[in-house]
C-alpha cells in the first residue's frame, strides 16, 4: 500500500468535515499512523475508525485525535500530560505540535509502554517521555502543566490530574461509563474546572 497517499486523503477529508486548526492538520499528515497500529492491522491504518492494539485497547480513530488535538488548542512549548499511551500514535501527533520533549505520557500496562516507547523512538519522537503506571495519579514530577487530556474513559476527571494542571490550563476527558461525554475543562484559581460539553464518545474504559 501506498501509506502517504492514503495518509494525505484520509487528512484532506477529515480537514474538510472538522474545519481543522492548521497546527492540527500539519500534525495529522506528518504522523504515520500506520507504523503505531499492529502489522495485521496495517492495512487499515488509514480508514477513520479504532483498531485493536492489545490488552483490550485501541488506538483512537483519526477524526478524535484530531478533535481533541483542535479542542485541547496546543501550542508550541506546551507542556502536556497524556493519560494512557496506547501505542503512542496520539502522543506522537500532540508532540508535532508542542515538541516532543514537552509531552509526558502515563500508560497502565508495562508491555503497551515499553512498546510505545520504542515506536515513538523509531518515528522520530523519542523525547516524548512515557512511564508505566497509575495514569489517576498523574506525573507530578514534571507538573505543573498547560494541557493535559484523557484517552480513555473515568467517572470523572482525576482529581491528581487537575491538581497538576496550572491554573489556567486545559483538561480533556471522555467522562462516563456507559454513556461517555468530551469534557474541556479550564482550571480555575480556585482549583475547580469551568466545564464544557463536546458530543458522545466510546472510548475504553480508564484502568
Known amino acids: 500500500m501506498d501509506f502517504e497517499a492514503e495518509r ?20 495529522m499528515r506528518a504522523v504515520p499512523r ?10 487499515s491504518a488509514y480508514q477513520d475508525t479504532p483498531l485493536p492494539i492489545g490488552r483490550g ?27 494512557g499511551t496506547g501505542c503512542g500514535y496520539h502522543a ?16 497502565y500496562h508495562d508491555r503497551l509502554a515499553r512498546e510505545a516507547r520504542e515506536t515513538l523512538a523509531d518515528t522520530g519522537y523519542g523525547d516524548v517521555s512515557v512511564r508505566a503506571g497509575d495514569g489517576k495519579e498523574g ?7 498547560d494541557r493535559a487530556y484523557l484517552t ?19 483538561v480533556l476527558a471522555p467522562v462516563g461509563t456507559s454513556r461517555q461525554v468530551l469534557v474541556k475543562g479550564r482550571k480555575r484559581a480556585d482549583g475547580s474546572l469551568d466545564r464544557e460539553r463536546h458530543g458522545h464518545v466510546r472510548f ?4
Open 139 to 145: 506525573w507530578a514530577e514534571h507538573a505543573p502543566y
Open 8 to 27: 494525505a486523503a484520509l487528512v484532506d477529508r477529515l480537514a474538510r468535515r472538522e474545519d481543522l486548526d492548521p497546527a492540527t492538520e500539519a500534525a
Open 92 to 107: 506522537a501527533v500532540t508532540a508535532e505540535v508542542v515538541g516532543a520533549e514537552n509531552v509526558y505520557s502515563v500508560e
Open 34 to 43: 500506520h507504523r503505531f497500529v499492529p502489522a495485521d492491522k496495517r492495512e
Open 57 to 83: 485497547q485501541t488506538i483512537s480513530a483519526p477524526h478524535m485525535v484530531a478533535i481533541m488535538t483542535d479542542l485541547l488548542d496546543l501550542r508550541e512549548g506546551d507542556r502536556v500530560l497524556e493519560i
Open 152 to 170: 480513555c474513559a473515568a467517572e470523572d476527571v482525576p482529581a491528581a490530574v487537575v491538581d497538576q494542571v496550572r491554573t489556567g490550563g486545559v
Open 204 to 207: 475504553v474504559p480508564l484502568q
